[in-house]
């Protein structure tokens, strides 16, 4: 079972507008969130991430907020920007494991920002 | 320019030869871990290494094997492929105890007929 859900497999939206993806998971032992972009043919490249401890992070354009009494978090992207069209990957790291990071990630959304 | 080599960057491999995935990193990171990307499933951890001389099994770690002779080499062997392990394999690297996220190699595209 899918400890990191991404349900929507995809997002269209305007250049300018706001892009807002999604992710839930089930592990409450998660405590530490990214998101990854990924284009074709590329490796995915971190983008952005929030502690257990925050409710939110800010960097630029991207802002991802954390629920954890609804375990749920989203990534909000403004403006969006052609260049953002890609698939984004929720990923979720437990506690402590000895020095390893053995992120879980979800399914990824395709996003589409249309000019 | 620092960061992950895998190399070959695509491959198509008969059903029961054996063929070892190379990724090779430059930024000194203790932890390195191997993914395989599925449509519809995401990245999914294969297995991964703490520091050199150590090795673990990830989610889906079955038929395949790994190594970390060195810091910097980190090569997945399938033993025996067969066309399941039909994949995107993606190496990656990190500092390790959670001091930064990880760092993707342009990954490995595999073929099994």
């Known amino acids: 079972d899918q400890q990191v859900k991404q349900n929507s497999p995809s997002l269209s939206v305007q250049e300018g507008r706001i892009s807002i993806l999604n992710c839930d998971y089930t592990n409450s032992m998660f405590d530490y969130f990214l998101w990854y972009k990924k284009y074709p043919a590329e490796g995915p490249t971190f983008l952005i991430s929030i502690s257990s401890i925050k409710d939110k992070n800010e960097d630029g354009r991207f802002t991802v907020f954390l629920n954890k009494s609804a375990k749920h978090l989203s990534l909000h992207i403004v403006p969006s920007q052609p260049g953002d069209s890609a698939v984004y990957f929720c990923a979720a790291l437990p506690g402590d494991q000895g020095g390893s990071e053995k992120l879980v990630f979800g399914k990824g959304m395709k996003l589409t920002v249309n000019p | ?113």
Not at chain 2, 8 to 15: F, M, N, V, Y
Not at chain 2, 41 to 57: C, V, W
Request: glycine letters at 10%; charged letters at 15%; a positive charge.
């Open chain 2, 1 to 113: 320019i620092a960061g992950i080599t895998q190399a070959p960057t695509s491959q198509i491999l008969a059903a029961g030869r054996r063929m070892t995935l190379r990724c090779t990193q430059d930024m000194r990171h203790n932890a390195m871990y191997w993914y395989r990307q599925d449509l519809g499933l995401g990245l999914r951890l294969i297995h991964y290494s703490n520091t050199a001389g150590t090795t673990g099994k990830g989610e889906v770690p079955d038929g395949y094997s790994v190594s970390r002779a060195n810091t910097d080499d980190f090569p997945l062997t399938l033993a025996s492929a067969v066309p399941s392990q039909t994949s995107v394999y993606f190496c990656a690297s990190s500092p390790g105890t959670s001091s930064g996220p990880q760092h993707f190699g342009d990954g490995t595209r595999l073929s099994i007929l």
